[in-house]
């Protein structure tokens, strides 16, 4: 519209136009629109779609585990000093609380009643459900009140108790559930093994050698409750891990045949074949009686009787297979140098060239403080339990360990499971 020979601007248009230039606005064209909208999507889906199940992208993750270390070093600088050692001295307590709500199927009831329920309703059905010596209710309501605090439970309206984002994990149909881990970790039996760790700094002793005279699997062998709750609790650990280490090492694809050595139940194998749905075959290889299990532990699973298992001893001779991908997870920690070389080369001496073997595992000074720190935790649960000569290793020690026994090109692969991939390849022509 013409006013007076001036063109008329409505109000809007005159606001707008004094924050964006004239020259400015008439350089934006609706392409320039659509392509910034475009772009903007692709990278917000980029952060945020998660490859298989709740895996964060590495966007992501690395985002999370800087948030996470500031807010760890914030809190260090902000809780008080003599805070920080009352707490750390009763940590274990916490660790208890834990384990006493587990052991008592307290996730498991809420989770299947669908409804927060109070200290005198839990103790009803627990006791209905253990049929075992009635609990002292004021001592569970204590337990319960302290996990509240614990962010195990959270306590709902009128007194009543409910499960939490991190008791989730604690019910035994999750699909990554981690109760079987807790009960192992966090159980009497653990208890009994960190304490003996005082004895250990002095004879150099793993925390099992110095309770039961013997190291774990020898005892394994003896106590079949024992190795129940130990398998189990290894297996959640696995099935937590696996599909961080499966996406975060895409070369799986192009194996035909992978041989899991020491591959325990065969519970990391039968994720990495379910991932690739029938394009893989797979080998378990592992001590006799773990081999008598895994045939019972695989033959549940779909498509798990479709797994060879092959029964032997790694420190004394390798099978000749059809292998083309070697793993050993979770395996080198175990043994010594010496043992851990010789094998690697019994190892050696059934690939072929071309092959690759992957020593999937926590290597030290890899990841973030609060990766580091997690690791420190492990390398003490390691002193508890596992062999006394175990040992989390660097990078470069592996690497030098694979280099020995005749395996050469090593390189790393990062896992957003706090594991690594160390890929290497034999010298042989
Ligand atoms: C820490 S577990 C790791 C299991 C599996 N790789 C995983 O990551 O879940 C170590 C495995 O090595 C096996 N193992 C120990 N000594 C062995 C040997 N001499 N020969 C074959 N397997 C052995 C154990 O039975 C056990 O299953």
């Given at each position: 519209m013409i006013a007076n020979g001036k063109p008329k601007v409505n109000v809007e248009g005159g606001k707008l136009a004094k924050k964006f230039p004239k020259n400015i606005l008439s350089k934006i064209k609706t392409w320039h629109i659509f392509l910034s909208l475009g772009l903007f999507s692709v990278v917000l889906g980029y952060i945020s779609v998660a490859p298989p199940t709740d895996l964060p992208s590495w966007p992501l993750y690395r985002l999370n585990s800087k948030v996470w270390q500031s807010f760890e070093n914030w809190g260090k600088h902000v809780k008080p000093y003599h805070i920080r050692v009352m707490t750390t001295a009763v940590q274990h307590l916490e660790s208890r609380a834990l384990y006493m709500i587990t052991y008592l199927n307290v996730p498991d009831i809420l989770h299947r009643v669908e409804k927060p329920l109070s200290c005198e309703e839990l103790k009803e059905l627990v006791d209905q459900e253990s049929g075992l010596e009635p609990i002292s209710l004021p001592f569970l309501c204590r337990i319960l009140h302290a996990a509240s605090h614990f962010d195990i439970l959270q306590e709902a309206h009128e007194h009543k108790y409910d499960l939490t984002p991190l008791s989730?994990?604690?019910?035994?149909?999750?699909?990554?559930?981690?109760k079987h881990y807790v009960l192992l970790y966090a159980g009497d039996e653990s208890l009994v093994i960190s304490t003996a760790l005082s004895r250990s700094l002095y004879s150099g002793l793993s925390g099992f050698k110095e309770t039961y005279?013997?190291?774990l699997l020898p005892q394994l062998k003896e106590d079949p409750v024992f190795r129940e709750i130990y398998d189990r609790g290894l297996g959640d650990s696995s099935r937590l891990h696996a599909p961080a280490i499966i996406a975060d090492y895409p070369?799986?694809?192009?194996?035909k045949h992978i041989c899991d050595i020491?591959?325990?139940?065969?519970s990391f194998l039968h994720e990495v074949l379910t991932y690739y749905a029938h394009g893989i075959e797979g080998t378990n290889f592992d001590l006799p009686d773990v081999i008598t299990n895994a045939k019972g532990f695989l033959k549940?699973?779909?498509?798990?009787?479709k797994i060879n298992l092959i029964a032997g001893n790694f420190t004394k001779q390798l099978p000749k297979t059809s292998c083309d991908c070697f793993i050993l997870k979770d395996?080198?920690?175990?043994?010594s140098d010496e043992d851990a070389a010789l094998i690697l080369s019994n190892l050696y001496g059934v690939v072929n060239k071309g092959n690759r073997v992957l020593v999937i595992e926590t290597i030290l000074h890899t990841g973030s403080f609060s990766e580091e720190r997690l690791k420190s935790l492990m390398d003490l649960t390691m002193m508890a339990f596992?062999?006394?000569?175990s040992r989390l290793r660097t990078e470069e020690e592996i690497y030098f360990l694979l280099e020995q026994s005749g395996f050469v090109e090593a390189q790393t692969y990062p896992t957003r499971a706090g594991y690594s991939i160390v890929e290497a390849f034999p010298t042989k022509s």
């Open positions: 989730q994990y604690l019910v035994a149909s999750h699909p990554r559930s981690l005279r013997k190291e070369p799986f694809s192009s194996c020491g591959g325990g139940m065969g549940g699973k779909a498509d798990g009787a395996i080198l920690q175990n043994w596992n062999p006394s000569h």
